[in-house]
């Protein structure tokens, strides 16, 4: 039996209007929140990328509201195989990691355990058969890291120097500007 919810995924579109349509809808019933998270990673419902294409909408605006399921959230991240699943949650994941190190009252907090399921996932993209947008996303949230861990910066400069040859233009942009970081840091 599908839920309120779960219909309405049912029918969206990759466009970003119809994105922007649940997005809207979930951003008014808060309570629908919850399932949302649930859906991004669940095996049995075919579509849950659709979920995660709405969670990164909803994160937009609503980002806090990602503080009570950041263990479930980040604690599945290594679930998550279907690529439009993932670009989407390594855009999630790219915005958890800026909010935690703003250092701000209003930003998020991310465990240990958390900071470190995100560290594994990025490599784990980075490095693995994936499109070009989550390892971009990878990339930078890695470098962020690496500013408060001082293993990833040179673990990120000799993955990003032995492939950059064998990516797109996009892919070496970005390596590009994160290895001139990493080299002034």
Not at 49 to 64: D, N, R
Not at 113 to 140: G, M
């Amino acid at each position: 039996m599908s839920t309120e919810l779960q219909q309405k995924l049912d029918y969206v579109k990759p466009c970003r209007e119809s994105r922007l349509m649940v997005a809207q809808e979930v951003l008014e019933n808060p309570s629908l929140f919850s399932e949302l998270i649930s859906i991004c990673f669940s095996s049995a419902y075919k579509d849950n990328h659709k979920a995660c294409w709405i969670l990164e909408f909803v994160s937009y605006e609503e980002l806090s509201w990602l503080q009570p399921h950041l263990d479930f959230f980040c604690s599945n991240l290594k679930v998550l195989k279907n690529e439009s699943a993932i670009r989407p949650i390594a855009k999630v994941v790219q915005l958890l990691v800026k909010s935690h190190y703003k250092k701000e009252e209003t930003g998020i907090l991310l465990s240990e355990e958390n900071i470190q399921h995100c560290i594994e996932t990025s490599f784990d993209w980075l490095i693995n058969d994936v499109k070009v947008a989550p390892k971009a996303y990878s990339i930078r949230t890695l470098y962020l890291l690496g500013n408060y861990y001082d293993w990833i910066h040179p673990e990120l400069a000799i993955i990003l120097n032995k492939d950059y040859a064998n990516h797109s233009a996009a892919y070496k942009a970005v390596a590009k500007e994160v290895l001139k970081k990493i080299e002034k840091f």
